[in-house]
């Protein structure tokens, strides 16, 4: 540990596009998601078939989170046998209904990441304070993300089935040329302004394994490089969207530091991070009809101060 750079070391020449789109920014790159990639991500439609990539909260198998994290309860608050007594409300005409709530993680699940989410130094994307995010993100929140909603072209990168496997393996990498060397091996470039979605099948471990899944947890994943970050800049890649929990790597082998890239292109480019996808049906489906690209749209909840939201982004071919 004492070996690990400061990430604020390892990133102090890294790109970012703070300033960029004001000083009041606090979607980041999805705005280079402006009306002519909604219709861009339009045009890829052709059957009309819809997938939708939450997964299940409260599945019986199991819900996989971030070490730390515990999945998400719901209670039953409630239901027919509530008016077995006579303490349930009554109402005129005798209307009876369920009820319930949820205790959760907002990255938990299927999840949108503020941009608020991570930082170092003690400032977050755009410049802002991260004071402010005592008691509640005041700036950079997941709400104007959720107010804006997401929509554009999306390209599936199977990562799995490029390399010829069920799942990726625990610690394994990818580059950015992978990616590109992936999506070419499919039929269809990654073009500028493109929604990455990238399956690993990584979680298929999780169901597998139950709780040896999280010993010596490394997920596998993009892993830092300058270059890559430049790339993901120059691309102007306004959405990162994974069927892992972290969307990267989770220490990069170079330095040892965690998470380096939810702070290279999270806090420093915009880059918007969703997590812990479903990929399989939609990875089956573009495998069967060798189509990869669609319309991805997604909105994560209107949470005021949060640092996340669930979302059950949908994608229509
Ligand atoms: C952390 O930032 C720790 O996790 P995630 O981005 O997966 O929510």
């Known amino acids: 540990m004492t ?12 790109p970012t596009n703070w300033g960029k789109w004001g000083d009041d920014d606090e979607v980041g790159s999805l705005n280079y998601l402006g009306p002519e990639q909604v219709l861009r991500g339009v045009s890829q439609i052709k059957t009309g078939s ?31 046998s509530s008016w077995d007594n006579d303490d349930a409300p009554q109402f005129p005409g005798g209307l009876h209904y369920a009820d319930d709530t949820i205790n959760a ?13 991570v930082w170092y130094d003690g400032l977050l994307w755009n410049g802002y304070d991260a004071r402010g995010t005592v008691g509640g993100l005041s700036k950079a929140s997941v709400e104007p993300i959720a107010a804006r909603g997401v929509a554009g072209r999306g390209i599936l990168l199977d990562l799995a089935r490029f390399r010829g496997k069920d799942h990726l393996d625990k ?24 929604v990455l979605i990238i399956r690993t099948n990584f979680l298929q471990l999780f169901f597998e394994q139950g709780d040896a899944f999280y010993e010596g947890f490394v997920e596998p994943g993009l892993v830092y490089s300058p270059e890559l970050v430049e790339w993901f800049q120059q691309m102007e ?19 040892g530091v965690a998470l380096v890239l939810h702070n290279a292109l999270m806090r420093n480019l915009g880059v918007v991070f969703t997590e812990i996808c479903d990929l399989e049906e ?25 640092s996340g939201s669930p979302v059950n982004p949908l994608v229509i071919k």
């Open 3 to 14: 070996n690990v750079p400061f990430v604020g070391d390892l990133l102090a020449n890294s």
């Open 50 to 80: 819809v997938f939708t990539l939450q997964r299940l909260i409260g599945d019986p198998k199991g819900d996989p989170v971030w070490p730390g994290r515990s999945p998400a309860v719901r209670s039953q608050l409630l239901d027919e």
């Open 282 to 306: 939609l990875a089956e489906s573009c495998a069967r009809d060798g189509q990869y690209t669609f319309l991805y749209t997604a909105a994560p909840l209107k949470i005021a101060k949060a």
């Open 237 to 255: 890649i306004p959405n990162l969207v994974t069927d892992t929990i972290a969307n990267e790597v989770t220490s990069d082998p170079a330095s």
């Open 105 to 117: 993680f907002l990255q938990g699940s299927t999840q949108y990441d503020a941009l608020g989410h």
């Open 171 to 194: 610690g394994e990498t990818f580059t950015h040329e992978d990616l590109v060397a992936c999506a070419e091996s499919q039929g269809t470039p990654i073009e500028p302004r493109d």
